[in-house]
């Protein structure tokens, strides 16, 4: 059973930072691409960044460049949504998701397999 399990949301204050991470099981690692994507009250699902499993390539959508970063450790199956310099408007639910047909990487009907998510809550 593929699982996909997101913690290290909270409560932040602006200027902030934190890092999520995303505990992958029953599916084969490297053949796959997985995505943060997040989710404020009211708006769509939006892709942050994802990662290329086998060759470690990353991607970011402009709003985070430079203050996100997304990362991996083989050992342990698990990725890693570093965010830098939080603000209000990134306040969400943030989900991990895989897949192994993504062409975009940033459109979550690519993707098969979702976390349960974990709120990030940017505030003073």
């Known amino acids: 059973e593929v699982q996909l399990v997101e913690s290290g949301g909270g409560l932040v204050l602006p200027g902030g930072s934190l890092r999520l991470s995303c505990a992958a099981s029953?599916?084969?690692?490297?053949?796959?691409?997985i995505g943060w994507f997040r989710q404020a009250p009211g708006k769509g699902r939006e892709g942050v960044a994802f990662?290329?499993?086998?060759?470690?390539?990353?991607y970011y959508v402009d709003p985070v460049k430079g203050r996100f970063t997304i990362s991996i450790d083989y050992a342990k199956n698990t990725v890693y949504l570093r965010m830098n310099t939080l603000n209000p408007e990134d306040t969400a639910k943030y989900y991990c998701?895989?897949?192994?047909?993504?062409?975009?990487?940033?459109?979550?009907?690519?993707?098969?397999?979702w976390g349960q998510g974990t709120q990030v809550t940017v505030s003073s």
């Open positions: 998701a895989g897949g192994n047909t993504v062409i975009s990487g940033f459109l979550a009907d690519e993707y098969d397999n």
């Open positions: 990662i290329e499993i086998s060759d470690g390539r990353t």
């Open positions: 029953g599916f084969t690692f490297d053949d796959y691409t």
